[in-house]
């Protein structure tokens, strides 16, 4: 689906004043000034990190070449260089780029899923880049049981012969976790001290079409009561999208390698602050009132609703093999420059988002297009199914 000028101020928080300002001045707030323009290469680039990896790096005065297929939102940044190729098939117009003697101090990767890409990508532009940046995640590691831990943990592993028998994204599946630490290793092996893992826990705002976090701001503005998980004082951990394109480009403006996890600090967000924050941000936009019924995780498990599906980035305490989970340190990315914005503002990014895209996308393709879109990014418990639970909960209770 292309995206217009129109469009992309839409997404990126423009379509509401309020919630543009609110971009900027966080923006200003966590950019630190660059050393020297850079030279980035960023593999994709239009889809959700991608755009505002571009956002950032141009407000910091950097220099942007995309290489991806130009098929998605192929509109987006018509004023930026973009080399159309293939991860997978086609590399030839990087090849020619390097025969002509073009460099780039760093390279992003947004997209590797599997070792063969990075290893690919490496191989052709090879002495023509400084840095490379893999955008992996939080599920690399071995056991979420463990509060505290950090980069140092163990790493979860593949056999070689699993590992071979997935080709592309489309076939990772359960193996989400170990293929991106092979990705991981990869780059490393292959620029052993110039290259940089950012691991990512759940990322949120503008452009997730996931409902992974979006439920929460738009359930929000549906008004009436809303079922919260477990208590208020469940850990959670997450990263605003924008607040890690600023970590990102900084680690290319500084120079930063290794691994780093990219989340909230440890301890310092909870399951009450997603639920509040989402309330306040939806009451902001629209002045609609929400209360909250906070369920027993074990009530929740006998009515079928799921963590994480059902009630997203919330898994409660007590599930077996997630002691840690939502309680992981990300001290070595704050020590190096990563700032969180409040949970408030990242869930007025992504509401707003969800309410003017939506109605662009109903306006241009029609209401039933717009409905289906809208209830994907929404995610999240069925209206239906939480109005069901809520009886039953009430019913047990009263």
């Given at each position: 689906?292309?995206?217009?000028?129109?469009?992309?101020?839409?997404?990126?928080?423009?379509?509401?004043?309020?919630?543009?300002?609110?971009?900027?001045?966080?923006?200003?707030?966590?950019?630190?000034?660059?050393?020297?323009?850079?030279?980035?290469?960023?593999?994709?680039?239009?889809?959700?990190?991608?755009?505002?990896?571009?956002?950032?790096?141009?407000?910091?005065?950097?220099?942007?070449?995309?290489?991806?297929?130009?098929?998605?939102?192929?509109?987006?940044?018509?004023?930026?260089?973009?080399?159309?190729?293939?991860?997978?098939?086609?590399?030839?117009?990087?090849?020619?780029?390097?025969?002509?003697?073009?460099?780039?101090?760093?390279?992003?990767?947004?997209?590797?899923?599997?070792?063969?890409?990075?290893?690919?990508?490496?191989?052709?532009?090879?002495?023509?880049?400084?840095?490379?940046?893999?955008?992996?995640?939080?599920?690399?590691?071995?056991?979420n049981d463990?509060?505290?831990?950090?980069?140092?943990?163990?790493?979860?592993?593949?056999?070689?012969?699993?590992?071979?028998?997935?080709?592309?994204?489309?076939?990772?599946?359960?193996?989400?976790?170990?293929?991106?630490?092979?990705?991981?290793?990869?780059?490393?092996?292959?620029?052993?001290?110039?290259?940089?893992?950012?691991?990512?826990?759940?990322?949120?705002?503008?452009?997730?079409?996931?409902?992974?976090?979006?439920?929460?701001?738009?359930?929000?503005?549906?008004?009436?009561?809303?079922?919260?998980?477990?208590?208020?004082?469940?850990?959670?951990?997450?990263?605003?999208?924008?607040?890690?394109?600023?970590?990102?480009?900084?680690?290319?403006e500084q120079?930063?390698?290794?691994?780093?996890?990219?989340?909230?600090?440890?301890?310092?967000?909870?399951?009450?602050?997603?639920?509040?924050?989402?309330?306040?941000?939806?009451?902001?936009?629209?002045?609609?009132?929400?209360?909250?019924?906070?369920?027993?995780?074990?009530?929740?498990?006998?009515?079928?609703?799921?963590?994480?599906?059902?009630?997203?980035?919330?898994?409660?305490?007590?599930?077996?093999?997630?002691?840690?989970?939502?309680?992981?340190?990300?001290?070595?990315?704050h020590d190096?420059?990563?700032?969180?914005?409040?949970?408030?503002?990242?869930?007025?990014?992504?509401?707003?988002?969800?309410?003017?895209?939506?109605?662009?996308?109903?306006?241009?393709?029609?209401?039933?297009?717009?409905?289906?879109?809208?209830?994907?990014?929404?995610?999240?418990?069925?209206?239906?199914?939480?109005?069901?639970?809520?009886?039953?909960?009430?019913?047990?209770?009263?």
């Amino acid at each position: 689906m292309s995206t217009t000028r129109r469009e992309f101020l839409a997404q990126a928080g423009a379509a509401s004043a309020a919630i543009a300002a609110m971009a900027v001045a966080g923006s200003a707030a966590a950019a630190a000034p660059a050393r020297q323009p850079k030279r980035i290469l960023l593999l994709g680039g239009t889809g959700f990190l991608g755009p505002h990896l571009v956002w950032d790096a141009l407000e910091q005065g950097h220099t942007i070449t995309l290489f991806n297929r130009g098929k998605t939102d192929p509109g987006l940044f018509p004023d930026i260089e973009t080399i159309i190729g293939d991860r997978y098939a086609d590399y030839s117009g990087l090849e020619e780029a390097v025969a002509d003697g073009r460099t780039w101090d760093a390279v992003i990767d947004t997209f590797a899923y599997v070792p063969k890409v990075v290893e690919d990508a490496i191989g052709v532009l090879g002495g023509a880049i400084g840095q490379y940046v893999t955008i992996s995640t939080m599920s690399v590691y071995a056991s979420n049981d463990t509060p505290g831990a950090d980069e140092r943990d163990a790493i979860a592993t593949i056999s070689d012969e699993a590992a071979a028998a997935i080709p592309t994204h489309r076939e990772v599946g359960a193996a989400y976790g170990s293929m991106k630490a092979r990705c991981e290793m990869a780059a490393e092996q292959l620029m052993p001290g110039r290259a940089t893992s950012l691991r990512p826990g759940l990322i949120c705002g503008a452009r997730d079409t996931t409902g992974r976090f979006t439920y929460w701001p738009v359930r929000a503005s549906e008004g009436g009561t809303m079922i919260a998980p477990n208590t208020p004082n469940d850990p959670m951990q997450i990263i605003d999208v924008r607040d890690l394109a600023r970590f990102t480009i900084r680690t290319i403006e500084q120079q930063h390698v290794g691994a780093y996890n990219v989340i909230t600090p440890e301890g310092t967000l909870t399951t009450g602050d997603v639920v509040s924050g989402s309330i306040n941000a939806a009451k902001a936009a629209s002045g609609v009132e929400t209360e909250t019924e906070w369920i027993s995780a074990e009530f929740l498990g006998e009515q079928g609703v799921q963590p994480w599906q059902h009630m997203p980035a919330w898994v409660p305490p007590t599930l077996s093999g997630y002691a840690g989970f939502g309680r992981q340190s990300s001290k070595k990315a704050h020590d190096a420059g990563l700032t969180c914005r409040p949970v408030q503002e990242t869930a007025a990014y992504a509401l707003a988002y969800y309410t003017n895209r939506g109605a662009e996308i109903t306006a241009e393709e029609g209401a039933e297009t717009g409905t289906q879109w809208q209830a994907r990014v929404r995610g999240g418990l069925p209206a239906e199914r939480e109005k069901q639970v809520l009886e039953a909960w009430n019913a047990r209770n009263g």
